[in-house]
């Protein structure tokens, strides 16, 4: 059974800095993408930054030059770099693995709040 495991959520105040990470695990299929995505209240969930496994990435326009997304392929883990946090940045943070063959996991989220 595939697993999506994120950590390393928290409050720190603006200008401060987090790094999120996420463990997939469970598959013998390879993998297509990890990423990013992020739900604040009242709001739809939206990208944050995405890698695939050639370590091609893309990043919403709101967190580029600010937030840096990695990926370690052996351990099909994916980490995210987060500089520069504001309070608009607070929401729950959720890892999504895209596998092939089995399709696309989610993790069950993790919060990261901005205080000003």
């Known amino acids: 059974q595939v697993q999506v495991v994120e950590s390393g959520g928290g409050l720190v105040q603006a200008g401060g800095s987090l790094r999120l990470s996420c463990a997939a695990s469970?598959?013998?299929?390879?993998?297509?993408?990890m990423g990013w995505y992020r739900q604040a209240p009242g709001k739809e969930r939206e990208l944050v930054a995405t890698?695939?496994?050639?370590?091609?990435?893309n990043y919403a326009d709101s967190v580029r030059d600010r937030f840096t997304i990695a990926r370690d392929n052996a351990k099909n883990t994916v980490y995210l770099q987060m500089n520069s946090l504001k309070p608009e940045d607070t929401a729950v943070y959720y890892c999504?693995?895209?596998?092939?063959?089995?399709?696309?996991?989610w993790g069950q989220g993790t919060q990261v709040t901005v205080s000003s």
């Open positions: 469970g598959t013998r299929f390879s993998f297509k993408s």
């Open positions: 890698i695939t496994s050639g370590s091609v990435t």
């Open positions: 999504n693995a895209e596998i092939y063959v089995l399709g696309s996991y």
